[in-house]
């Protein structure tokens, strides 16, 4: 079965770096875009990160741009979000997600991130 596991979240102080990472099995991980999704208490689930299959072409939340960085390793199976300058709003739980088209689409259980003096 399909399976998306995060983890490197944590609280780290403001202006600080957390590399988060998100194993993926149960279907062939290199033809499929990946993304990273957040959501902080009261908000919606937003789309943080997105990187296509080869890993050649990345979209981000403007939130976020020049601070974080999608990347993937599709011999291994993973994928990572590489987050610096973090600020006190970027808390939240963050998601690894994937569309498989006709095959559904998977949520990870989420990781927590927290930005705190």
């Known amino acids: 079965q399909v399976q998306l596991v995060e983890s490197g979240g944590g609280l780290v102080q403001p202006g600080g770096s957390l590399r988060l990472s998100c194993a993926a099995s149960g279907f062939t991980f290199r033809l499929y875009p990946m993304n990273w999704y957040r959501q902080s208490p009261g908000k919606e689930r937003e789309l943080v990160a997105r990187i296509i299959s080869s890993g050649d072409s990345t979209n981000y939340a403007d939130s976020v741009k020049g601070r974080f960085t999608i990347s993937r390793d599709n011999a291994k199976n993973m994928v990572y979000l590489q987050m610096n300058s973090l600020k006190p709003e970027d808390t939240a739980v963050y998601y690894c997600?994937?569309?498989?088209?006709?095959?559904?689409?998977?949520w990870g259980q989420g990781t927590q991130v927290t930005v705190s003096s």
């Open positions: 997600y994937t569309d498989l088209y006709g095959r559904g689409a998977y």
